[in-house]
């Protein structure tokens, strides 16, 4: 099983991602939910998930 080198964790201001480049680098960023919701988005579209479209936005 592959074993990604990346950890999401909640702050009090938000969120944090942190990356493991190799074993000396480490990228880290804080984000909002606002970006980590865009992220995820991303990534599905990455994968060719299709997203759910949402009819309550019409209204």
């Not at 599905?44 to 759910?52: F, N």
């Given at each position: 099983?592959?074993?990604?080198?990346?950890?999401?964790?909640?702050?009090?201001?938000?969120?944090r991602?942190?990356?493991?480049?190799?074993?000396?680098?480490?990228?880290?960023?804080?984000?909002?939910?606002?970006?980590?919701?865009?992220?995820?988005?991303?990534?599905?579209?990455?994968?060719?998930?299709?997203?759910?479209?949402?009819?309550?936005?019409?209204?």
């Amino acid at each position: 099983m592959f074993d990604l080198p990346v950890l999401i964790s909640e702050t009090e201001s938000g969120f944090r991602l942190a990356v493991m480049v190799n074993e000396d680098v480490v990228i880290s960023r804080s984000m909002s939910r606002a970006d980590l919701e865009q992220l995820k988005v991303r990534i599905s579209a990455a994968l060719g998930e299709v997203e759910p479209s949402f009819a309550d936005w019409d209204s």
